[in-house]
Structure formats: C-alpha cells, structure tokens
C-alpha cells in the first residue's frame, strides 16, 4: 500500500523559509516522478514542482522557480521542498504526490498517489 505522508508547514513571516518533506513507502518509486502541488482557498490544485526519483531532474513552476528547490533522498524514500523567500501568495496546502512518467507533470491525473497535504500559511 503507496503511502505519502508530508510534514514541515506552518506559519512563516513574508520572506522567510520552509522546509516540507514527503515520506514515501508501499513501492519502489524507480521510474516514477514526484510533485509537489498546492491548493489555495477557493482555487484549483496547481502544479509547483517535480523531481524525478531516479535522475533527480527537476522542473518548476514559474511563480516559485528560483525560489524552491525540489530534491530526493533515495535511501529514505523522501522528496523534500526547500521554500526560500516566501510571499503570502504562497499561502496553501502543499500536497505530494507520485505517478509514472506520463504525460503532462502539471496535471492532476497524472498522479495516482498522494499525501493528505499540510499547510503552509505566509503571512504579510
């Protein structure tokens, strides 16, 4: 049974930073990609970043790029988010999530796996 499990929200003042971690378990995550998505009250779910398990490649929204870092522990089985210099636009719950390399990496669907999300709330 794939479980992801994130930790690391919080509150945080306007340009400071955050560290989010996902631990995965249930399945080997070779050949899979995982993401970071976040949901903002009254919006849709939004991609923010991907990391490939096996290369460690990754690929960023525009919005955060330069300001997040994705990266992967492949001994622990866990995909963290380094936040740097953080707006309160950045205000969400921040979701991991883990899917074959197929498709589009910003949608949804093609993602089978995700965690509950935890909350990341910037204030001004």
């Known amino acids: 049974q794939v479980q992801l499990a994130e930790s690391g929200g919080g509150l945080v003042q306007a340009g400071g930073s955050l560290r989010l971690s996902c631990a995965a378990s249930g399945r080997s995550f070779s050949g899979f990609r995982m993401a970071w998505f976040r949901q903002a009250p009254g919006k849709e779910r939004e991609f923010v970043a991907v990391?490939?398990?096996?290369?460690?490649?990754?690929t960023y929204t525009d919005p955060v790029r330069g300001r997040f870092t994705a990266s992967r522990d492949n001994r622990m089985n866990t995909v963290d988010l380094q936040m740097n210099s953080l707006k309160p636009e950045d205000t969400a719950v921040y979701y991991c999530a883990a899917g074959v390399i197929s498709g589009s990496i910003a949608r949804i669907e093609n993602y089978a796996y995700w965690g509950q999300g935890t909350q990341v709330t910037v204030s001004s």
């Open positions: 990391i490939y398990w096996s290369s460690g490649d990754t």
